[in-house]
């Protein structure tokens, strides 16, 4: 057979960027909500965070997850609800939004080899023949751990937060502006949005328009598509 591998290939590609397209739009929608609703937004992030530090003691008390691991991710909790202080805005040199990025990759990391391990990670030592079907971790349950309390809150705070880079300045919002939003704006009456208020991006959204924009004019200058510009011409 040489042309249904073919169809196969080709099947793949189409379907990996209706994949691509449908993450690139839910997180924009998502982006564009957390604008509308930052107080609601703050709210569900703040319990979601407490319902998971709650769920990973259970999990330790009932189900035997290591102690060490367990506090790893509790405390990496407490550092990502500190990102909330001046919720949207936060600073992507701050101290704690990097301790946050490093804290996800270690999570990552050290669960991934957690459940890696082939001796029991639960209810003491041994190997796992000794245990029952319902003492061994299926792949759903490992899959839905780290996509609720590994993953979920990352991945909220990185729809849900806005760069201070990213933010035009106002009176109060020194800490999300400072010096360099300021400087690079030039005059105060550029600093504000036509409607008076502070226009917050959020970084999903910002990292959206960024891949667009550079498709768009790489597209254009390959000669794929037309440009704005060419169309006046």
């Known amino acids: 057979m040489w042309i ?4 196969g290939y080709a099947g793949v590609i189409v379907g990996f960027s209706f ?5 690139a739009s839910g997180l924009y929608y998502l982006s564009e909500l957390v604008e509308e609703h930052t107080v609601l937004a703050r709210r569900v992030l703040t319990r979601l965070i407490y319902g998971i530090i709650s769920v990973q003691i259970l999990l330790f008390l009932f189900d035997g997850f290591p102690f060490f691991l367990s506090l790893l991710s509790i405390g990496s909790h407490i550092v990502y ?3 909330l202080r001046r919720f949207p805005i936060v600073k992507l040199s701050d101290p704690l939004f990097v301790l946050s990025c490093v804290l996800v990759g270690l999570n990552h ?10 001796l029991p990670a639960f209810r003491g030592s041994g190997n796992w ?6 003492d061994v971790p299926t792949f759903t ?5 780290f996509g609720l309390c590994v993953w979920l809150v990352p991945f909220a705070l990185f729809v849900s937060l806005s760069a201070g880079e990213n933010v ?4 109060g919002s020194e800490y999300a502006t400072g010096e360099h939003a300021a400087s ?4 105060p009456g550029n600093a504000l949005a036509s409607d008076g208020k502070a226009k917050n991006k959020g970084m999903a959204k910002a990292l959206v328009d960024s891949v667009r924009d550079w498709v768009s004019e790489n597209g254009e200058l390959m000669g794929f598509w037309r440009g704005e510009r060419s169309k006046r011409f």
């Open 19 to 23: 994949l691509t397209l449908a993450i």
């Open 4 to 7: 249904l591998p073919l169809i």
């Open 168 to 171: 035009l300045p106002s009176m």
């Open 184 to 187: 690079s704006s030039g005059f």
């Open 109 to 118: 990391w050290f669960w991934f080899c957690h459940f890696s391990k082939p």
């Open 129 to 134: 023949d000794q245990y029952g079907p319902g």
């Open 81 to 83: 609800a500190s990102n």
């Open 141 to 145: 349950e490992v899959a839905s751990y």
